[in-house]
């Protein structure tokens, strides 16, 4: 039956639905044209609704068909403007604050089990000494094996100051362990890596873009001056899906003199709004180096853009997202923490391109869309401050592109099945005295280690061509193809099959510098485990060399001698 005590708060996020869709899509209609489109919007709608629910032959539920309804509404939108909830609501503070109240430990799930992946640095998880592989059995006496991730993490997650009992089962010791731990506020830094690579050039990894992305990178660079002369510096955006705007304009001012314009918005119902640096440069001079992909998204866009457009600096690496778009959050109901965050407006680098894929309306599959699809022949063309062009219309394209190396079919289920992770918490509880020393490398004990643990694994995965023969025998029996033909491919499968037996030496480099990035963070940190990783980085690498190159450095920046 229609419960009416709801009818308030259904009509009233509603209300602030239609009126936001109703403006955004009137935007050069008068107030009298909108407001009678909204009321005829209301009325349809609230008739509808209330004839469902009186008349429907079995019971509706009235929260549930308003949920719909907003779904409907933002499926005629972009793909970010979303209505959220608690939950997500919870997922924006982390986002644009860094911070949640917790206990600090990344967690996952292996072979069905919620697994500590790696304590946060500084935590309460840390203190109490909780290990990466260590198991957890229960929390708060509720048994963990039917949670999902997210339920787990839920029940971790929690005021600070307030108190959650854990059980681990920790790998090597026969006996539970039973921990009481006092959450706090974990603070998720935007800069987790920061150091030399070569004497003289400095590397900053800048994961996120939350309120403190700004003050982060500029206390590293601080950090790293203390250390010695910076005479380069690489700043690694790949993988950033960005944050804020302001962190953005705050990050390239580290780079960019004082007064000059960052970014620009632009939208139908806002006016234009231009953001400028406020500060003299930290690093106003020193050869810069940015790193992006196709994670680079949105405030690393904006950095990684204006950086180009001023001709500050050489971006390298492949192409950008392309999410020029800016949001803004809306409350619908704050008592139950629901929002609603609409796109307002796109924003505008310096050479007044707008880095937005053209198509955010039309392809909702924005998120999984390759980026390197886009034809910039196609693309208006734009000019940087020394004349070199850039194009607008699709993410930023790098002044030197790294092509993206193929990862191996074997390599993808060693790191998607776990075994990295597993076989290492597995040898660490074997060999508890085992230290991360300097100059760290995987021995061939290991590897036969490795390889051993491999054999007594079940290991499912495809090496390249096995899918597509399989599917041509599938199709082979419904049309009842040649026996002499589907003879062929089955020996070929069985050829492909017994090439899997070589994948392990196929690929020995790549799995022993994987196994060092486990060890490095199991026995270290992640930082050590960053460090290792960008020993054997064809991107960084390449920003070296240019770095180091003046002349083709200068160059690529068309700067007149």
Not at 133 to 152: F, K
Not at 270 to 280: A, G, L
Request: aromatic share 8%; hydrophobic share 40%; glycine share 8%.
């Amino acid at each position: 039956m229609f419960r009416k005590t709801l009818w308030p708060q259904v009509m009233l996020l509603v209300l602030l639905l239609f009126l936001s869709i109703a403006i955004l899509n009137s935007s050069y209609a008068s107030n009298e044209e909108i407001y009678l489109k909204l009321d005829k919007g209301l009325f349809y709608l609230k008739q509808v609704y209330e004839t469902i629910a009186r008349n429907y032959v079995d019971e509706v539920d009235p929260e549930g068909l308003s949920k719909s309804a907003i779904q409907g509404i933002l499926q005629e939108l972009d793909p970010y403007t979303v209505f959220f909830e608690k939950k997500g609501s919870e997922q924006l503070e982390i986002i644009t604050k860094g911070k949640y109240g917790g206990l600090g430990m990344e967690i996952g799930k292996q072979e069905g089990k919620i697994t500590v992946i790696s304590p946060i640095d500084d935590t309460p998880a840390q203190r109490a000494g909780i290990r990466a592989g260590d198991i957890i059995i229960s929390i708060d006496g509720t048994q963990t094996d039917q949670l999902t991730l997210d339920e787990a993490s839920s029940k971790l997650r929690g005021l600070a100051g307030t108190m959650v009992d854990l059980e681990i089962q920790r790998p090597g010791l026969d006996e539970s362990i039973k921990l009481t731990l006092t959450r706090q506020d974990i603070i998720i830094k935007d800069v987790p890596y920061a150091d030399f690579i070569e004497p003289g050039i400095a590397f900053i990894r800048l994961s996120s873009f939350s309120d403190k992305a700004g003050s982060e990178v500029r206390e590293a660079v601080r950090n790293l001056h203390r250390k010695g002369a910076i005479d380069g510096l690489v700043l690694d955006l790949r993988g950033n899906p960005g944050g804020l705007l302001a962190s953005a304009v705050e990050v390239s001012n580290i780079f960019l003199p004082k007064e000059e314009v960052v970014v620009q918005t632009r939208g139908n119902h806002e006016k234009d709004n231009q953001f400028t640096t406020t500060e003299s440069a930290l690093l106003p001079n020193i050869p810069l180096v940015v790193l992006v992909d196709g994670g680079s998204a949105s405030a690393s866009e904006i950095v990684a853009g204006a950086i180009q457009d001023l001709d500050r600096g050489i971006v390298i690496g492949s192409k950008t997202f392309g999410k020029g778009l800016v949001q803004q959050v809306y409350p619908v109901d704050k008592v139950n923490d629901a929002f609603l965050k609409i796109t307002t407006a796109k924003y505008y680098i310096p050479s007044g391109r707008c880095i937005q894929k053209d198509d955010y309306k039309k392809n909702k599959d924005v998120f999984t869309d390759l980026s390197d699809s886009v034809d910039y022949n196609n693309h208006k063309k734009y000019f940087t401050r020394n004349g070199r062009v850039v194009f607008g219309g699709g993410g930023i394209q790098p002044d030197i592109e790294v092509e993206r190396e193929k990862i191996d079919q074997y390599l993808i289920a060693l790191w998607s099945q776990g075994h990295f992770f597993r076989f290492t918490v597995d040898y660490l509880a074997n060999h508890p005295d085992m230290q991360l020393s300097n100059g760290f490398t995987v021995t061939d004990e290991i590897l036969d280690g490795f390889r051993s643990y491999l054999q007594q694994k079940d290991m499912d995965f495809d090496i390249e061509g096995e899918p597509e023969l399989e599917e041509f025998l599938e199709i082979a029996a419904v049309e009842k193809y040649n026996a002499d033909l589907t003879d062929l491919v089955t020996v070929a499968l069985q050829k492909l099959e017994k090439e899997k037996d070589q994948e392990f030496d196929k690929n020995l480099q790549e799995i022993k510098h994987s196994l060092e990035s486990e060890f490095a963070e199991k026995l270290g940190s992640t930082s050590a485990r960053i460090s290792t990783l960008l020993k054997h980085d064809d991107t960084v690498s390449k920003a070296l060399e240019i770095i180091k190159n003046q002349e083709d450095y200068l160059s690529v920046l068309a700067v007149k001698k």
